[in-house]
């Protein structure tokens, strides 16, 4: 029984991602009433508010979420497997299963409606928290695989810290490219510079 109620919240905190993603793109953020959401996800107020301190952080969600969702598969990647091949794919990992659109060249349209998303500055502080809190998480993670300590150790920390930069870097260069490239080549790109050191040459290798 606690296994579908599990499934059903996170089914419903699912939903009103979608919706407040939708409504955003559709009528820009400010646009955007937590009523409108709730409706047409089918719930209360009460209960997004079980969810989501407020609409910016619904919208930003889905972007979040990606990060703890690399912890996640940063911790069920094979002991064994080098530290940079598995943060590489871990971090990979949670863009190639957002739909098919990330792995390919992105309409205009889409990415316009999104840097308008990604610029409001209450959905980017959102972001920001989340992503920090992510990054004390997936240092955790780190020390795991390197038998080292992520309270006093300064080498599990600084990884995450710059892993998550460089898909942050990733992410923002997709959404400003000229002509659109697709983004989950680079983001491995990227992730690769980083594990090569970034030498003075190097320029990420993006198709």
Known sequence: MSGLRERKKRATREALMTVALRLALERG?????????????GV????????????YEAMAAGHTDRFGRAVAALRARPAEEPLWEALTQAMVEPWEGHSGRLGTTPDPE?????????DEPAVRA????A?????????????????????????????????????????????????PVPLVPLLRAVLRALAAGLPDTARPDVP
Request: aromatic share 6%.
């Open 126 to 129: 959102v972001s920001m928290r």
């Open 29 to 41: 953020p400010e646009g955007v009433r937590v009523e409108d959401v709730a409706a047409e996800a």
């Open 44 to 55: 209360s107020v009460r209960t997004f508010n079980n969810y989501f301190a407020g609409k």
């Open 110 to 118: 889409l990415l316009a409606s999104v840097r308008l998303l990604a």
């Open 131 to 179: 992503v920090s809190a992510a990054d004390s998480e997936l240092a955790a993670a780190i020390a795991e695989r390197t038998g080292t300590d992520a309270a006093r150790d300064l080498y599990p920390r600084l990884v995450a810290v710059t892993a998550t930069a460089a898909v942050q870097t990733a992410v923002v260069h997709w959404l400003h490219s000229d002509p």
